[in-house]
């Protein structure tokens, strides 16, 4: 949709439904949304598996 048609629904709209329009469009920016949640230590272990000689030298370098 074309940011004139959406103006021009806008302003038709009352002042009660603008303030829930506005609320509406900033629960969609992901910026907007608040991260409540804490990183948990060891949440990878297990998903990565390192081989025995990880350490050896590349032959040819």
């Known amino acids: 949709m074309i940011d004139v048609k959406l103006f021009g629904k806008l302003s038709g709209l009352t002042q009660?439904?603008?303030a829930?329009?506005?609320q509406f469009i900033?629960?969609?920016n992901p910026k907007s949304r608040v991260k409540s949640s804490k990183k948990i230590?060891?949440?990878a272990k297990g998903l990565i598996e390192i081989l025995d000689g990880f350490d050896d030298p590349i032959p040819g370098f």
């Open 26 to 28: 900033d629960s969609l």
């Open 41 to 43: 230590a060891g949440k």
């Open 20 to 22: 829930e329009v506005s």
């Open 16 to 18: 009660h439904q603008k």
